[in-house]
T-cell receptor
Framework: DARVTQTPRHKVTEMGQEVTMRCQPI?????VFWYRQTMMQGLELLAY????????DSGMPKDRFSAEMPDATLATLKIQPSEPRDSAVYFC???????????????FGQGTRLTVV | DQQVKQNSPSLSVQEGRISILNCDYT??????FLWYKKYPAEGPTFLIS?????DKNEDGRFTVFLNKSAKHLSLHIVPSQPGDSAVYFC????????????FGKGTHLIIQP
């Protein structure tokens, strides 16, 4: 049963601490997304990768957030230092490319619920 | 500035009746549209999609309609069932799907017995 796996599922941390969220995309998917869900903004696109190369990270606060794909089986989202306003659910999603090279659909992980106190 | 808008935060429908969820978009470069369903404490799951070359796509109880001139799409669920109670997100993509998905804020659908 192929699925996107995110760890940890829940994280509570103190303001100023570094937080790293991990994602294992579905094998064979070459597009990986990071989204953040908040009550006010809904699902915001933070960054996405195609074939491990970052295509767009304009939605991400660059001073504290960083996203990487060290290899095809792992994507990471790091926040350093974390702030209370970063509290949200962070979703990773992966998808295959259509024959045209675009995305057909994205499959989401269960999310990491981050609380920064 | 929200490029994908779902103006109804919630919608209540009686079981067996039709549920109609609406979505508007502003970016004329969007050419691929998707609907996702989300239960609490789970990630969104893909429901149905439509390309801009079509105006209708049907899959079982779910039908998506696209009106490009009005930049509007809708999801019809008929008949509505209790398990359909969830948050529904509309999403759009441009560049033939080469761009990331832009989501609306979601509509919470409540199916009443």
């Amino acid at each position: 049963d192929a699925r996107v796996t995110q760890t940890p599922r829940h994280k509570v941390t103190e303001m100023g601490q570094e937080v790293t969220m991990r994602c294992q995309p579905i094998l064979g998917h070459n597009t990986v997304f990071w989204y953040r869900q908040t009550m006010m903004q809904g699902l915001e696109l933070l960054a996405y990768f195609r074939n491990r190369a970052p295509l767009d990270d304009s939605g991400m606060p660059k001073d504290r957030f960083s996203a990487e794909m060290p290899d095809a089986t792992l994507a990471t989202l790091k926040i350093q230092p974390s702030e209370p306003r970063d509290s949200a659910v962070y979703f990773c999603a992966s998808g295959p490319s259509a024959k045209t090279g675009g995305l057909t659909e994205a499959f989401f992980g269960q999310g990491t619920r981050l609380t920064v106190v | 500035d929200q490029q994908v808008k779902q103006n109804s935060p919630s919608l209540s429908v009686q079981e067996g009746r039709i549920s109609i969820l609406n979505c508007d978009y502003t970016n004329s470069m969007f050419d691929y549209f998707l609907w996702y369903k989300k239960y609490p404490a789970e990630g969104p799951t893909f429901l149905i999609s439509i390309s801009s070359i079509k105006d209708k796509n049907e899959d079982g109880r779910f039908t998506v309609f696209l009106n490009k001139s009005a930049k509007h799409l809708s999801l019809h669920i008929v008949p509505s069932q209790p398990g359909d109670s969830a948050v529904y997100f509309c999403a759009a993509s441009g560049g033939g799907g080469a761009d990331g998905l832009t989501f609306g804020k979601g509509t919470h659908l409540i199916i009443q017995p």
